[in-house]
T-cell receptor, first 113, second 112 residues
Framework: EPEVTQTPSHQVTQMGQEVILRCVPI?????FYWYRQILGQKVEFLVS????????KSEIFDDQFSVERPDGSNFTLKIRSTKLEDSAMYFC???????????FGPGTRLTVL | GNSVTQMEGPVTLSEEAFLTINCTYT??????LFWYVQYPGEGLQLLLK?????DKGSNKGFEATYRKETTSFHLEKGSVQVSDSAVYFC???????????FGSGTRLLVRP
């Protein structure tokens, strides 16, 4: 069964450093998403990406964040200068059709020290 | 704005007990509604969904009915198992948007 994969599973970084979180969505999906979950809190939407551009983003997704689909398979989230409050579990998701089931990856736990 | 409210956990039950996890929503319009489950150490998996009023979603013995009059989508299961222990998230999606809006999650612990 096809699945969304994410690497790394855990990333530890120093405050102010850049991090890139990687995702491989399901191969024939066209819509891609990033969400995050701060420990003990709800899952929050960050950004959606379709047709090589951002289709929607939340207030959390400020200038420190960017997304890219550098090739036909990867989808990345970059945080330019990490802050302590960026520590969270980051989930990538993809869907074949807008509004259809979003398939989630296992997440990357980001710890900012 | 649009939002989802879930009952606070943890919910602790004995095996074979009846489960209800309450979920209500606020939305300007007619959302699609989802239940996702997160097993320990794993990502979110879609459990069931309903796209219009009075639809009933069901999967693996779980059910939820989309009630427009009470803006609710409560999750039920007649007889829980230890393997159902997980965190359950209610979510909504509006067709004017790309994002899922999640509730805060409810942890279920089933004891043998």
């Amino acid at each position: 069964e096809p699945e969304v994969t994410q690497t790394p599973s855990h990333q530890v970084t120093q405050m102010g450093q850049e991090v890139i979180l990687r995702c491989v969505p399901i191969s024939n999906h066209l819509y891609f998403y990033w969400y995050r979950q701060i420990l003990g809190q709800k899952v929050e939407f960050l950004v959606s990406f379709y047709n090589n551009e951002i289709s929607e983003k939340s207030e959390i997704f400020d200038d420190q964040f960017s997304v890219e689909r550098p090739d036909g398979s990867n989808f990345t989230l970059k945080i330019r200068s990490t802050k302590l409050e960026d520590s969270a579990m980051y989930f990538c998701a993809s869907s074949g059709v807008k509004g259809n089931e979003q398939f989630f990856g296992p997440g990357t736990r980001l710890t900012v020290l | 704005g649009n939002s989802v409210t879930q009952m606070e956990g943890p919910v602790t039950l004995s095996e074979e007990a009846f489960l209800t996890i309450n979920c209500t929503y606020t939305a300007t319009g007619y959302p699609s509604l989802f239940w996702y489950v997160q097993y320990p150490g794993e990502g979110l998996q879609l459990l069931l969904k309903a796209t219009k009023a009075d639809d009933k979603g069901s999967n693996k013995g779980f059910e939820a009915t989309y009630r427009k009059e009470t803006t609710s989508f409560h999750l039920e299961k007649g007889s829980v198992q230890v393997s159902d222990s997980a965190v359950y998230f209610c979510a909504l999606w509006m067709d004017s948007s790309y994002k899922l809006i999640f509730g805060s999650g409810t942890r279920l612990l089933v004891r043998p």
